[in-house]
């Protein structure tokens, strides 16, 4: 069995895989909100809450809680993401229930005192600096914001100067009381832990966490609109650029076809992209493709940092390489190799069970029937040369194209030319 999942009283899902061998247990407290679940005026709330949950509690203070799991030789951390927010904690099996209990005090119980938010705010303020300042990372943002436009996923998770500094006490009490309740929550628990001692603390914990409706958040209804092109004029050494368009959703079956394709296409060393830009042409050190995946869109992306001379011809071959695989569609050997890459990758990052455990937690989060991890491999493992070409097809095509890019020199209209060759 790949996993057992029960439901608390409190509607609280649990979802949890018993690994004897391991001497440690992973285990996550998930919470359906993140940065598209926010209001303009509310941008970066779920990611500044998620700060501020480590400050202190009613029954902790900020030292206590760090001093509480790296005392028995534990890690902890948390993330805020578009759809989600988790803290986690790796810890030794016989250390499980310390690990419950500081997880639920921190979001059944947070101070929020207005001194560590007024701290926290300038914490935050100087992480929005510090990506703006890092090209390689903040064109990313900016090409959300182009592909998403004014709909909520094309906001900031880390929010903006302006709504960060913004923020009051009140409005995050009242928005973790709305979001912070049971029907919003997921436990995942991956490693060395028996069920009965699991269920005994998990229930003791988390009971007390009130009832509400699952959380809604504004739905993607829109298509393709593209080409669009948004750029940064400022002076670096390098130009970052980030092109791409919109992609399937998580649930979406031609995602599988869509991994195979984003492994030929730019997610190794083995691939086209590489073997074109940086191997062939010598025009990138960085040059790499990703996908996303949300509730009801995703996106599919290729990053490349390159001398300012070489922006134009990158972004060329990079259109040239797209209409090759659109057009062409791939060989047998790029096929059979892009599957096993992938079905490796997943069976080695399970096994670590921190990562199994976000697995776990992420799909329950979200799914109302979750994939096995033989079930996954199985799908990929089914993708064709065919279905490759047909989601290339659907995605690689003008209108589907957006590009966003920070460098010391952009001519928008030449770099518009080469975007509409597609």
């Not at 690990?99 to 992480?127: A, G, Y």
């Not at 134009?312 to 659109?326: P, Y």
């Not at 979200?366 to 097809?393: P, W």
Request: some cysteine; proline content about 3%.
């Amino acid at each position: 069995m790949d996993w057992q999942e029960f439901r608390l009283k409190n509607g609280i899902r649990l979802i949890y895989k018993n690994i004897p061998e391991f001497h440690s247990v992973s285990t996550g407290i998930w919470i359906k909100t993140g940065s598209r679940f926010e209001r303009k005026n509310l941008s970066g709330v779920s990611h500044f809450i998620e700060h501020l949950l480590f400050k202190g509690t009613r029954k902790r203070n900020y030292k206590q809680i760090k001093e509480a799991i790296e005392g028995v030789g534990g890690t902890f951390n948390g993330f805020t993401s578009e759809e989600a927010t988790c803290y986690w904690i790796k810890i030794l099996g016989e250390y499980f229930e310390l690990s419950i209990d500081v997880l639920s005090d921190m979001i059944q119980n947070p101070l929020l005192k207005e001194t560590d938010i007024d701290k926290e705010r300038k914490v935050i303020t100087e992480e929005i600096n510090m990506y703006k300042d890092i090209p390689a990372k903040y064109v990313f943002e900016i090409f959300d914001g182009t592909l998403y436009d004014k709909h909520p996923l094309g906001q900031s998770v880390a929010g903006t100067v302006e709504t960060v500094g913004g923020m009051k006490r009140n409005w995050m009490l009242g928005y973790l009381r709305d979001f912070y309740t049971a029907d919003n929550i997921v436990v995942s628990i991956s490693g060395r832990i028996s069920e009965k001692d699991m269920l005994k603390a998990v229930e003791r914990y988390l009971l007390p966490v009130s009832r509400k409706s699952d959380n809604e958040c504004q739905p993607w209804k829109e298509g393709p609109g593209g080409p669009k092109i948004r750029k940064l004029k400022k002076k670096t050494e390098q130009t970052h650029i980030a092109m791409g368009g919109l992609g399937p959703s998580r649930f979406d079956e031609t995602r599988y076809a869509l991994s195979v394709l984003n492994t030929i296409f730019g997610a190794n060393m083995s691939s086209r992209l590489f073997n074109r830009i940086r191997e062939q042409m010598g025009l990138a050190y960085a040059i790499r493709s990703y996908t996303k995946h949300y509730q009801d869109t995703g996106a599919y992306l290729v990053y490349a940092g390159v001398s300012p001379d070489n922006a134009e011809k990158s972004i060329e071959a990079v259109v040239d390489e797209m209409k090759k695989i659109r057009d062409n569609g791939v060989t047998g050997n790029e096929l059979n190799r892009a599957r096993k890459f992938i079905t490796s990758q997943i069976f080695m990052v399970l096994e670590d069970n921190l990562e199994y455990m976000l697995w776990l937690g992420e799909q329950r989060l979200f799914r109302e029937k979750l994939v096995t991890v033989r079930e996954a491999v199985k799908r990929i493992n089914g993708v064709t040369a065919k279905d490759v070409r047909e989601v290339a097809a659907q995605l690689f095509r003008k209108n589907n194209f957006y590009l966003s890019i920070i460098g010391p020199k952009v001519d928008e209209d030449r770099i518009m030319k080469k975007m509409s060759a597609l």
